[in-house]
């Protein structure tokens, strides 16, 4: 896709993957990128640069319910039908065994993670269609490949993006508008940090994939530039994906050597 003069979208802009692809997003030549998150009031400005974004603004959204989506988008005015490049980035975490799992927890990931990009799409969509041009790119996980334990719901929300964005990919063929999703592995933010704890009890983390959220939002720029449909980590994080889709003993064993249903010491 090229980025000159078209209006980006990106969720989770305040912090983590979302600013940082914000940021690098800010210095391509876009029309205008829309920085969204739940506290605009508290948007710390992004530099542009000479030949970078022309123009930079906060806006709310709050995915966490239905009826705040709808008032985000209905805030947005003519800008929601002006979005070239939507960056459903935004994203909760919640893991360990699933008996104590917190179930508030639980429907506010899917809301944000799964429910709520769904809506956030379809609301963006036609605006797209009718331009006959536009790119929706999600950011789903390693986690959406391979379904470690100790993350059965964040694994069954982030595999049901990667469900969602293939069957999008596959109905949006000869409209014009495409998709990209993100098999983001361990990048370095504060949800990695809330994992590492939180799976931590029962999964060792020690040894996991850690990169800076710049070099992944550069990938990422980057994959949106050449149109990739997805994209995956690198390091041993790229093993993990390649297993995903061999036989299931695979993960297994890697499982079997990370996992203990007894808290680690
Ligand atoms: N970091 C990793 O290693 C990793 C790996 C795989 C996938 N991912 C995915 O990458 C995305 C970004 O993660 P991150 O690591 O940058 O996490 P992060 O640092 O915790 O940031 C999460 C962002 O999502 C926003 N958010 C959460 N719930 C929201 C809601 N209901 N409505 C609107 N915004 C909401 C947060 O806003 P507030 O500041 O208002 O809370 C924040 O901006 C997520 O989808 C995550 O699942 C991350």
């Given at each position: ?16 993957i979302?600013r ?69 980035n ?20 899917f809301?944000?993670n ?37 993350a ?114």
């Amino acid at each position: 896709m090229d980025l000159s003069g078209r209006t980006a979208l990106v969720t989770g802009s305040n912090r983590g993957i979302g600013r940082a692809l914000s940021e690098a997003l800010a210095r391509e030549p876009l029309g205008l990128l829309l920085c969204g998150m739940r506290n605009p009031g508290g948007f710390e400005p992004i530099a542009t640069g000479a030949s970078g974004a022309r123009e930079v603004k906060a806006v709310r959204i709050d995915l966490s319910s239905r009826e705040a989506i709808e008032q985000c988008c209905a805030e947005l005015g003519p800008d929601l039908a002006r979005i070239d490049l939507l960056v459903n980035n935004a994203g909760l975490v919640t893991g360990g065994l699933l008996e104590e799992q917190d179930l508030e927890e639980v429907y506010a990931m899917f809301q944000a993670n799964l429910l709520g990009l769904v809506q956030l799409t379809r609301a963006v969509l036609p605006g797209m269609l009718e331009r006959r041009s536009g790119k929706v790119v999600n950011n789903a996980s390693i986690s959406g490949y391979a379904f470690f334990p100790a993350a059965s719901t964040y694994a069954a929300s982030k595999a049901g993006v990667v469900a969602f964005t293939e069957s999008l990919r596959r109905e949006l063929k000869g409209t014009g508008v495409s998709t990209l999703h993100l098999a983001t592995g361990g990048v370095d933010t504060d949800m990695l940090d809330a994992t590492e704890e939180t799976y931590g009890r029962y999964l060792d983390t020690s040894r996991w994939d850690k990169v800076p959220a710049s070099e992944w939002a550069g990938k990422v720029i980057a994959a949106i530039r050449e149109d990739r449909t997805v994209l995956g980590p690198g390091g041993k994080t790229a093993v993990a994906k390649l297993a995903s889709r061999g036989p299931a003993f695979l993960l297994d064993r890697i499982s079997d050597r990370m996992f203990s249903r007894e808290p680690r010491a």
